[in-house]
């Protein structure tokens, strides 16, 4: 299926629900466990059942936990050249089928064909980056005082736990696959159980680009039986998670005892964007509004990254918002150019916040609360891209991650006060910040709570940077070196002649 009209008229003639496999030890195969229970998933634009999926119990996650382990023992020893050139076949064969994982990730997620196009275009960055970084790597060697030579040994850590959301499926699930299998270590991997046609398909692309089997492993499943199981394994080395902030908590809890566990947690995120008074002069002010209301909506709001407080120069608030609203109702039209939110469940989540707007008397500058919804069968998912103001600011509306298409603006009276109300937060994942005074952009960008901060931008990547937050978004960073960070066990060698 190389072009997009084959791929989905070739999905779309499939019977249905389809039934899902685990990928392990190179075979695709359904858990033997008798017990295995299935879960239905639904596409998010129709509420239609499309998936079934095994919820993988304990006993088979450590049968897979095995198989990885067997696998290390041989692929951590293979050269970086080796690896190097698995990693390249993978992002090729991605390349060819980019067609059909974008096609699958935007039926299975909800998002737009366009947004789905990028993931996997950032999927196949993953494999292709870390293919190379590994060829280019280096290793600090120091004399001290002229008695001993000392250099940083690494070793691959062993067999991890890699686990991901439904947000952006197979973008996140291969950011924590290639670091893995590119510095030695082997996997079993959970996608979430919201969306796992494309880790299924990657299993397929995995086995037909001759990866050994039982380097990387794929058990489908929930939370609660799969991935706690997973998580909590003695036969687990490390636990790269990326997922909700009370999720993030029961992992550290269950892995307590497990000193030796290496945990890299990315976590939920309450972002703010600050508008200061010169970024809506003529020259900036169409940037101010495209980055602004990307960081708001791209992906429903469904982006860890979302700046989803607004807070603006009270000198320009009134014309910002008059501007704005308008901006984002050309630009983000249901069904063209923003996708349905990704289940039922979240839909009823965010419908609750905005059902709270409605009775805290916030105004709707855009959006209204949308309808009750208490079946699959009723429609899709949908809400119309939503933009609260006269929000207070202990509201839970400007506290909780409601990871949706729903946005509150408030003023701000100067600079201190913008950094207060940025940081007021239990958050501290990213932020935006939008002025032309260079001075301003580095004093208020380093004062910002927030691990990753974009000036005049959002979304710009370089995988190379660290990557996380700070405060309840997380522990640890990954990419480039961050990622050997997480993968690697170092050893510092003293050598006297
Ligand atoms: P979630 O925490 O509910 O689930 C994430 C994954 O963890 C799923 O695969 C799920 O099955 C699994 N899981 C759930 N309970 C588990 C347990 N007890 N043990 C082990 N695994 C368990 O998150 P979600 O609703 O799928 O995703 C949305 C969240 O992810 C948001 O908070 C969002 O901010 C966050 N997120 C963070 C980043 C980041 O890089 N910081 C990126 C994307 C999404």
Redesign the pocket.
């Known amino acids: 299926c190389d072009t997009l009209e084959k791929a989905e008229s070739f999905i779309r003639s499939l019977p249905t629900p389809i039934s899902l496999a685990n990928y392990v030890a190179g075979e695709l195969e359904l858990p033997p466990s008798p017990e295995t229970k299935f879960i239905d998933s639904y596409e998010p634009k129709t509420g239609n059942l499309l998936f079934r999926i095994p919820c993988t119990q304990e006993a088979d996650v450590e049968k897979a936990i095995g198989h990885a382990r067997t696998a290390f023992r041989t692929w951590s020893k293979t050269t970086r050249a080796e690896r190097s050139r698995h990693l390249r076949r993978i992002s090729e064969l991605l390349q060819e089928h980019r067609e059909l994982f974008a096609v699958w990730e935007s039926i299975d997620q909800g998002k737009t064909i366009a947004r789905a196009r990028v993931e996997v275009d950032r999927a196949i960055s993953n494999f292709s980056y870390f293919s190379t970084y590994i060829l280019h790597e280096q290793t600090a060697a120091r004399m001290v005082d002229g008695v001993a030579l000392t250099y940083e040994h690494r070793s691959p850590a062993g067999v991890f736990a890699l686990?991901?959301?439904?947000?952006?499926p197979l973008y996140?699930l291969t950011w924590k696959i290639a670091p893995c299998i590119a510095f030695g270590c082997t996997a079993v991997a959970?996608?979430?159980?919201?969306t796992s046609m494309t880790a299924y398909l990657l299993g397929i692309l995995l086995r037909k680009a001759g990866l050994p089997p039982g380097v990387v492993n794929i058990v489908l499943g929930?939370?609660?039986t799969t991935?706690?199981a997973?998580?909590a394994s003695p036969s687990v080395d490390g636990v790269s998670?990326?997922?909700?902030?009370?999720?993030g908590m029961?992992?550290r809890l269950s892995t307590a005892r497990q000193i030796r566990k290496r945990l890299s947690l990315?976590?939920?995120?309450k972002n703010p964007t600050l508008i200061f008074a010169d970024a809506m002069g003529p020259a900036t002010r169409g940037r101010t509004l495209r980055v602004a209301a990307s960081a708001a909506f791209e992906n429903q709001g469904e982006?860890?990254l979302c700046g989803s407080r607004i807070y603006v120069d009270r000198a320009v608030y009134e014309q910002f918002v008059a501007e704005f609203a308008p901006y984002v109702a050309e630009k983000y039209v249901l069904g063209e150019t923003m996708g349905a939110v990704a289940s039922l469940q979240h839909y009823q989540k965010i419908r609750g916040y905005l059902k709270l707007a409605a009775d805290e008397r916030a105004t709707f500058v855009l959006g209204s609360v949308p309808a009750a919804m208490e079946r699959h069968d009723e429609g899709g998912y949908w809400i119309q891209p939503t933009i609260l103001t006269d929000v207070s600011k202990d509201s839970a509306l400007q506290k909780d991650?409601i990871?949706g298409p729903v946005v509150t603006i408030t003023p701000f009276e100067d600079e201190e006060d913008a950094i207060s109300l940025a940081n007021d937060s239990q958050y501290g994942?990213a932020a935006v910040l939008l002025t032309n005074d260079a001075a301003r952009l580095r004093r208020v960008g380093e004062r910002l709570e927030a691990g990753m901060v974009w000036a005049n931008c959002w979304l710009v990547r370089e995988l190379g940077t660290p990557?996380g937050?700070m405060k309840d978004?997380?522990t640890g960073r990954e990419g480039g070196e961050y990622s050997r960070d997480v993968f690697t066990e170092v050893r510092t060698l003293h050598l006297a002649a």
């Open positions: 686990i991901s959301p439904w947000n952006m996140l959970k996608p979430s159980e919201i929930d939370g609660p991935g706690a997973l998580v998670f990326t997922g909700g902030t009370q999720t029961a992992i990315e976590l939920g995120g982006i860890c991650e990871f994942l990557f937050g978004s997380g």
